[in-house]
């Protein structure tokens, strides 16, 4: 229980004429809208039936009065009505800790109800013409946060919405008149009692599991996962510099979960030697990698170019040439390149656009393009490390399930190992398929296994736990050794980046091929090519143009590396290699992953 203080907003909303008035006959319209500004104070009681509904009485006062004017005529009124509000607070209903919503009804008896007229005749106006005070019933629907000062004391801030069902007076002559009002105040309550009262007591089940943890196989079909084997081998991965990068609808300024500046970092330097082995991260720095590459590249010229949706952005070719100019200008600047070596040019949709159906692929419209004469401009980047742990499977999925008549307020997936945090998932509702990729060395080189946790919890305050583990199976140089295994070399090139809906190598990918990949092959490696897609359109028809894709990568290399071992997979949207949710991770996902394995010699 406790007190609550608050300010009014009062609209008054009156439609009665002065000739209502005995001695007045100039019949002036009271009909003009007034706002005016009054004070609500009282005392609050709240008693909660469950985690989710509580009862919260108020009793007070609320003060409603204004002046209406109009021309020289002016009535005063003097509101004040000792309110009852029957509310419900509801807890939980969205996702954000401790924000409450409320609705119930205002019932106001009036206590202070004085009149006056004020006229430019200075004419008497009986006060049987003055309006009576109805009784008011109005509809409350708020929102407030409770803040806890200290144990059991509650500080709560508070707006609300009063609509009136009744109007001030039930004199006919002025039953038009209603007053909707807005409330701003604070709640002060002290709570007493114990905790546990508030969790309901139900019968309804909370269950908590996994109904498969998975993987695939090299064919894209799924199998219960018993083991990872983790190997550790030399790795060499090259990875793709996407030519374009994008923004927010109707937006030129970077946003940086799309464009990552050197000039937002504590140093303000970059160097490619120190990114990440991360494609997504990666190229997000394509603007610094540009720059710092043309610092090299003194005869390189570049060309940028930029596009809009077309839809949400229609003809907005002056917001596509924004784009461009900002790009130009920081590479210009931070990297003193010559203004004259860049040009843009300007149009609405990409030559080779994404879906104009799909919310996806108009997002990917909305972007800048890089072209130039020099290949080595927009070359992959290239990581090369002695020591790398890769894992097989490199891809699990977890299906988790939450069996409970109660809606889940929230939930979380932990992977873990040597009480180390490798993965999170978190989420609201009903949980989806959860699939991680397991990066080169994010498990660690040793036989501890893995642990995974999935806990829920529903708005009743019921929650659920389940937790399993996965063996794994290392081998290092030394044990290969010591089972005389051959070491082996493993060149993992995810570099050919397909155009949308395509399945053909443009010849800037055929180069790269040519440069890169062919090399990495020896008389006695084994070529695995993998296809894969984004996620928009059919499943079928991805896993289609996903084989379609690695058979062109196949045929390409098998015309010049002829008598290799050639396995060809097309995966398409089962593993997604990167988040679709980001138009980085979209493009990056229509690509074939080449690994080139090579046994050492003894």
Known sequence: MGLYLGGNLNMHNPNFTSNTFTNLSNNVNFSNSKN???????????????????FSGRIGYNALGTDLVKNDNTLLSSLGYLEISPTVKFDKIIPIDNIYLLGGLEIGIP??????????????????????????????????YNYEIKKNLYLSPEVSFRLPFSKVSNNSYFNSWDIPQLRLGVNLTFGFGKNDDLVESTNSPFDVGFRQVRAYDKNGNKYDVKKISVEQVQYTELFPLLNFTFFDENSSEPNPKYIKLSTDNE???????????????????????????????????????????????????????????????????????????????????????????????????????????????????????EKQTISDPSTLEF????????SISSWELTVTQADRNIKSFVGSGHPNILQWTILPNELAPSEIPIEYSFVARSFNDKSGRKSGTIPIEFYSYSKKKSEENLD?????????????????????????????????????????????????????????????????????????????????????????????????????????QVYIVTPKEK
């Open 488 to 592: 082996k070399t493993v060149s993992k090139f995810s570099l050919i980046v397909f155009e949308f809906d395509s399945p053909n190598i443009s010849d800037f990918d055929k180069d790269i091929l040519d440069m890169n990949v062919l090399p990495a092959i020896k008389y006695n490696s084994t070529i695995q090519v993998f296809g894969y897609s984004d996620r928009i359109g059919e499943e079928d028809y991805n896993k289609k143009l996903a084989l379609a894709r690695a058979d062109n990568v196949k045929n390409y290399l098998q015309t010049k590396a002829k008598g290799a071992k050639f396995e060809v997979f097309g995966v398409g949207e089962n593993i997604l290699l990167f988040d679709n949710d980001s138009p980085i991770g979209r493009n990056l996902s229509r690509t074939v």
């Open 36 to 54: 005016s500004f009054g004070l609500n104070v009282g005392a609050i009681f709240n008693y909660p039936f469950n985690s989710i509904f509580t």
């Open 399 to 406: 299906i988790p399930f939450v069996e409970t008549k109660d």
């Open 111 to 144: 206590i202070t109800k004085s009149y006056s007229i004020n006229s430019s005749t200075n004419t008497v106006v009986p006060i049987s013409d003055l309006p009576d005070a109805n009784l008011r019933i109005a509809a409350v629907i708020g929102a407030g």
């Open 267 to 385: 140093t303000g330097k970059f160097s490619i030697n120190a990114l990440e082995p991360n494609s997504t991260d990666i190229n997000k720095n394509t603007l610094d990698i540009i720059g710092t590459r043309m610092q090299k590249l003194k005869n390189a010229n570049l060309l940028i170019t930029g596009t809009n949706d077309n839809i949400n952005e229609k003809n907005n070719i002056e917001l596509s040439k924004k784009r461009c100019e900002i790009a130009k200008n920081y590479i210009v600047i931070n990297y003193g390149i010559d203004a004259s070596r860049i040009k843009i040019e300007a149009r609405n949709l990409p030559e080779k656009p994404s879906s104009s159906k799909d919310k996806d692929g108009i997002a990917e419209n909305r972007r800048i393009e890089f072209s130039s004469t020099s290949k080595e401009l927009l070359q992959p980047i290239l990581i090369e490390k």
